[in-house]
């Protein structure tokens, strides 16, 4: 997102649901969704990441620019998309 704060995260969402978010399109229309299954999808694509999983439950909010676009990259990842395109991906990390 050009501008992470106002079109990349969702504020009121913890960082596992921001990173989770991106595989519900691969799921089947019915189901339930299940904090495991969303936990073991984005600890594979946080861990490459360097992004500490200690800190899913935590607000996207509280955490540094730098690893609230860690876990939007994280979020891409775990779509399982064939090309991701990244748009200026540090812009607003120190």
């Known amino acids: 997102a050009g501008d992470r704060q106002k ?3 969702f504020p009121l969402w913890s960082v ?4 989770s978010i ?3 399109a691969r799921r089947p229309a019915i189901g339930l969704v299940s904090d ?3 936990r073991d999808t984005a600890i594979g694509a ?3 990441l360097r992004l500490d999983d ?4 935590s607000n996207i909010t509280d955490l540094s620019g730098g690893n609230q676009q ?9 779509a399982d998309t064939p090309v991701i395109l990244l ?4 812009r607003g990390v120190d």
Do not use: H, M
């Not at 596992?16 to 990173?19: M, T």
């Not at 860690?70 to 775990?78: G, H, I, Q």
């Open 7 to 9: 079109e990349g995260v």
């Open 16 to 19: 596992l649901s921001n990173i």
């Open 22 to 24: 991106g595989a519900l």
């Open 36 to 38: 495991r299954a969303n």
């Open 46 to 48: 946080a861990s490459k």
């Open 54 to 57: 200690k800190r899913f439950q």
């Open 70 to 78: 860690k876990a939007l990259v994280a979020r891409a990842l775990v």
């Open 87 to 90: 748009d200026d991906p540090t």
